[in-house]
C-alpha cells in the first residue's frame, strides 16, 4: 500500500502542474480575445485588461505576437507614443509565416502607423500598402475601411491630392459595405476638404451634402457646407446653412468661427448691420488668425460704409496680424527644420561610428593575417613587416583622432544651440502673467483671486504653441467652433493643472469646474471614445 502511494504521488502531481498550466494558458487566451473585442469600442478598457496579462515570457509564439499586436493597437489607440517599433515587427515577423491573413494586414496598418508616429513617413506608406495588398485577401470591411482611410490621410497630407480621393473614396465604401455611417461621413468630408483644394467647389458641395445626410457631426458638416457655398457666391444658401450649425451649439458657447463665417456672408449680402453684429462677436477669440480675420472684415464693412479713415485702420491692422503670423509660422518652421537638422546629425554620427568600428575590424584582420604571413616568412621579414604596419597605425589615428575632433566640435555646437532654445524657453516662461499666476496657486495655495485675462489665455497659447507643436492650431482645426473661454479651459488641462487650481484660476468652484470640463467633453468635443478632459486633450 505504501509502495502504490509513493508512486502515485508524483504522478498526480505532475498530472495537476499540466492541467495549472492549461488553464493558466487558457485564460490568457480568454483575456486576449476580450481585448481584441473591446479594443475600437472601449479602448482604455482593452489596454487595462492587456496590461494585467502580467508575464507573457512563457507563452506559445502564436499567443505572444497576438499579444504584441493588440499591445500595439492599444497603445497606439490610447495615444501612447512608442519610443520604437520592435513590439509590433515582433508581431509581423510571426505572422508573415503564420498563414493568417488578418492578423497580418493589421500587423502591417499598426506597424505603419507606430512609424508615422515616430516620424518615418516611408515606413508609413510602405507598411500602409502592404496592410491594404494583405487584406484585399479577407473580408473584413471594417479592417480594409480603416487601411484605406490612413493612407488617404497620409497623402493628403503629402499633397498628391488625386491618390488621396483614390484611397478615401475605398475607404468609403467598404466602409458602407461595413454599415458604418461614420466613416462614410468622415470621407466624404474629407473628399470635400480636397475638392475645395482643387477649386471644384460644385463637386466639393455635393460630398458635404452627402456627408449631411448622414447626420453625423453635424455642425462641423454644416459649417464646411456654408463655407463652400459662399465660395460659390450662392450667400442665401450659405446663411441658411451657418444658421444650421448655430442650431446644434448651445446658447451659452461663443462660436466664433460661425459668427466669422456669417458675418462675412452678410457683408456680402450688405446687410452691414446685422454683419457688424457678428463680426464684433468673433473676435471673443484671442488668436491671431480669429484678430486678422476681424480686422479684414471691418476693414470692408467700413469700405462699404464710406468710412474710409476706419477701413485704412483695420486694413493697417490686419497687416500688422499678418507679419506676426508669418513670423510665428517660420519660427514654428525653423523649429522643425531644427529638429529635423539634429535628427540628420544623429544619423551621420551612427553612420561614422560604425564606418568607424568596420575599419578597425578591417585594420586587425589585416594585421592579423600580414602577422601569420611574417611566421611563416623569416625573422627579417617580420622587423620589416611590424615597421610598415606601426607607420600604418600611426596615420590611422592621426585620421580618427581629426575625425574624433570634428565630431566633438559639432557635438559642442549642438549643445549650445539646445541651451540658447532652454534660455528662450525659460524666458517666454518668465514673462508670461499665465504661468506667474499658475505658479503662485502651486507654491503658496492661497484663495486671492487669480482669474486668468484674455491676455493671460493669449499668453498660454504662445506657450503650448513653443512648446508643443502648434498644439492650439491642431486644437482648432479639430474643433473651429471652441469659444476663447473653451480654448483657455483646454489649455490650462493640458498644463496639467488640477481642479483646485482650476477653481481658483476661473474664479469659480471646485463643482462648477468638474461640470464644465464634462460638458466640454461631451457636448463640444464629442470625445465619446475618452474616460476624461484629460485623456482626449492629451491625444491631440
Same mark, same amino acid.
Given at each position: ?14 498530472? !495537476? ?22 479594443? *475600437? ?14 508575464? $507573457? ?7 505572444? +505576437?497576438?499579444? #504584441?499586436?493588440?499591445? !500595439? ?8 507614443? #512608442? ?27 499598426? %506597424? ?50 488625386? *491618390?488621396?480621393? @483614390? ?23 474629407? /473628399? ?17 451634402? !452627402?456627408?449631411?445626410?448622414?447626420? $453625423? ?13 459662399? &465660395? ?58 480669429? &484678430? ?36 510665428? =509660422?517660420?519660427?514654428?518652421?525653423? %523649429? ?35 602577422? +601569420? ?11 620589416? @613587416? ?19 575632433? =570634428? ?10 544651440? &539646445? ?41 498660454? %497659447? ?14 482648432? =482645426? ?45 457636448? &463640444? /468635443? ?15
Amino acid at each position: 500500500m505504501k509502495i502504490s502511494i509513493l508512486v502515485l504521488l508524483p504522478l498526480f502531481l505532475i498530472l !495537476s502542474q499540466a492541467c495549472n498550466r492549461y488553464s493558466h494558458e487558457e485564460k490568457i487566451d480568454i483575456r486576449l480575445a476580450e481585448a481584441d473585442s473591446l479594443m *475600437m469600442s472601449e479602448s482604455e478598457k482593452s489596454l487595462e485588461i492587456l496590461e494585467s496579462v502580467g508575464n $507573457v515570457s512563457n507563452l506559445g509564439e502564436k499567443e505572444k +505576437a497576438y499579444y #504584441a499586436l493588440l499591445l !500595439s493597437q492599444a497603445h497606439y489607440r490610447n495615444f501612447i507614443d #512608442a519610443t520604437d517599433d520592435s513590439l509590433i515587427m515582433a508581431a509581423v515577423k510571426y505572422y508573415e509565416t503564420a498563414g493568417d491573413k488578418r492578423n497580418l494586414a493589421r500587423a502591417y496598418l499598426y %506597424a505603419g502607423c507606430v512609424n508615422g508616429v515616430l516620424g518615418n513617413e516611408e515606413k508609413d506608406l510602405y507598411f500602409t500598402q502592404k496592410a491594404a495588398e494583405t487584406a484585399e485577401a479577407t473580408d473584413d470591411y471594417g479592417l480594409l475601411t480603416h487601411i484605406y482611410y490612413h493612407w488617404g490621410r497620409i497623402l493628403c497630407d503629402k499633397k498628391p491630392y488625386g *491618390m488621396a480621393i @483614390k484611397y478615401f473614396e475605398k475607404s468609403k465604401n467598404y466602409a458602407e459595405a461595413a454599415g458604418d455611417k461614420r466613416y462614410v461621413a468622415n470621407n466624404f468630408y474629407e /473628399l470635400a476638404r480636397i475638392c475645395t483644394y482643387q477649386n471644384d467647389l460644385h463637386k466639393a458641395k455635393e460630398m458635404i451634402d !452627402s456627408a449631411i445626410l448622414l447626420k $453625423v457631426r453635424l455642425p462641423i458638416m454644416y459649417i464646411m457646407q456654408s463655407m463652400i457655398l459662399q &465660395r460659390l457666391n450662392e450667400h442665401e444658401q450659405a446663411l441658411n446653412s451657418i444658421g444650421k450649425a448655430q442650431e446644434y451649439v448651445p446658447d451659452i458657447v461663443d462660436t466664433t468661427v460661425i459668427y466669422s463665417c456669417k458675418g462675412d456672408i452678410l457683408l456680402h449680402l450688405n446687410r452691414l448691420d446685422s454683419a457688424e453684429y457678428y463680426i464684433r462677436r468673433s473676435v471673443e477669440s484671442s488668436s491671431l488668425y480669429s &484678430r486678422a480675420d476681424y480686422e479684414n472684415l471691418m476693414s470692408r464693412l467700413e469700405e462699404k460704409r464710406g468710412n474710409y479713415r476706419l477701413s485704412l485702420l483695420h486694413c493697417r491692422n490686419y497687416a500688422g496680424l499678418l507679419d506676426s503670423i508669418k513670423t510665428m =509660422e517660420d519660427s514654428n518652421q525653423i %523649429a522643425k527644420l531644427q529638429r529635423q537638422y539634429d535628427y540628420a546629425q544623429i544619423q551621420r554620427h551612427s553612420d561614422r561610428l560604425e564606418i568607424e568600428s568596420q575599419r578597425k575590424t578591417i585594420i586587425i584582420l589585416t594585421m592579423a593575417f600580414v602577422f +601569420a604571413c611574417c611566421v611563416a616568412a623569416a625573422t627579417a621579414y617580420i622587423l620589416r @613587416k611590424d615597421k610598415r604596419t606601426a607607420r600604418r597605425m600611426i596615420a590611422k589615428e592621426q585620421l580618427l583622432a581629426q575625425a574624433n575632433a =570634428e565630431i566633438s566640435g559639432k557635438t559642442a555646437k549642438l549643445i549650445e544651440e &539646445r541651451e540658447r532654445k532652454s534660455r528662450l524657453e525659460n524666458r517666454l516662461l518668465q514673462m508670461s502673467g499665465a504661468m506667474r499666476k499658475i505658479n503662485a496657486i502651486k507654491n503658496s495655495g492661497d484663495r486671492n483671486s487669480y482669474k486668468l485675462s484674455e491676455d493671460d489665455i493669449y499668453d498660454l %497659447a504662445l506657450i503650448i504653441n513653443h512648446d508643443d507643436d502648434n498644439f492650439v492650431e491642431r486644437l482648432r =482645426e479639430l474643433h473651429p467652433g471652441l469659444s476663447n473661454k473653451e480654448l483657455g479651459l483646454c489649455l490650462l488641462v493640458k498644463l496639467g493643472i488640477g481642479n483646485k487650481e482650476l477653481s481658483l484660476l476661473l474664479d469659480t468652484t471646485e463643482s462648477a469646474v468638474r461640470k464644465r470640463k464634462s460638458r466640454l467633453k461631451n457636448e &463640444r /468635443l464629442q470625445a465619446d471614445g475618452f474616460e476624461t478632459l484629460e485623456d482626449y486633450i492629451e491625444s491631440i
